[in-house]
């Protein structure tokens, strides 16, 4: 859980005592299924006792985040328009943002969410090549020819040279996305 849901948890303070989480200090806690990143273990005790209060900061953190970049205009279950409906539906998958036309398609992607994860990382990935800035590998320096290997780190797309050098992402993303927001400023 926390390797698939860190990349995109939208929040920089501990969600129960409103305190700057401190790289090295932060407890990275799991209650039914989600991770809250908390300042310290007593902290949990808050989440244990209203989980969904807690839950309810973080998707809403999700949806304020990920919203502006949401790369869908459709509905990934029916295809139908999104706010054809109405209002489209905002739902949070872990610490990733999933759109739907209407309540009725989040049963179908509860049943099968990794079909539309898939669909929404590719569009993710489309979107964000138009305006990659970083031209060379972040881990090898090579430069990114038509076969760079696409990765993203939560909802962010890193480019690489190879398979290889993307496996570096996860040993240390920090270094990694500074490069890729260097370029990007550089741009």
Do not use: W
């Amino acid at each position: 859980v926390v390797a698939t849901q860190l990349p995109s948890y939208p929040l920089s303070k501990c969600l129960v005592s409103g305190e700057e989480l401190v790289a090295g200090k932060v407890v990275d806690f799991v209650h039914e299924g989600r991770l809250y990143r908390l300042c310290c273990g007593d902290c949990s005790v808050e989440i244990k006792q209203d989980p969904a209060k807690f839950t309810a900061m973080i998707d809403a953190a999700v949806v304020a985040v990920q919203k502006p970049i949401y790369p869908l205009e459709i509905c990934p279950i029916s295809d139908e328009p999104l706010g054809g409906m109405g209002d489209p539906i905002e739902f949070v998958h872990g610490t990733r943002l999933v759109r739907f036309c209407c309540k009725g398609c989040i049963k179908g992607f509860q049943k099968n969410p990794a079909p539309v994860m898939e669909r929404i990382d590719t569009a993710l990935i489309e979107q964000q090549k138009k305006t990659y800035a970083l031209t060379t590998c972040p881990v090898s320096g090579e430069a990114l020819g038509d076969q760079a290997f696409d990765r993203l780190y939560g909802v962010r797309l890193v480019r690489f040279c190879c398979k290889d050098c993307a496996g570096e992402l996860d040993k240390d993303p920090t270094a990694i996305l500074a490069k890729v927001d260097a370029a990007a400023k550089v741009k």
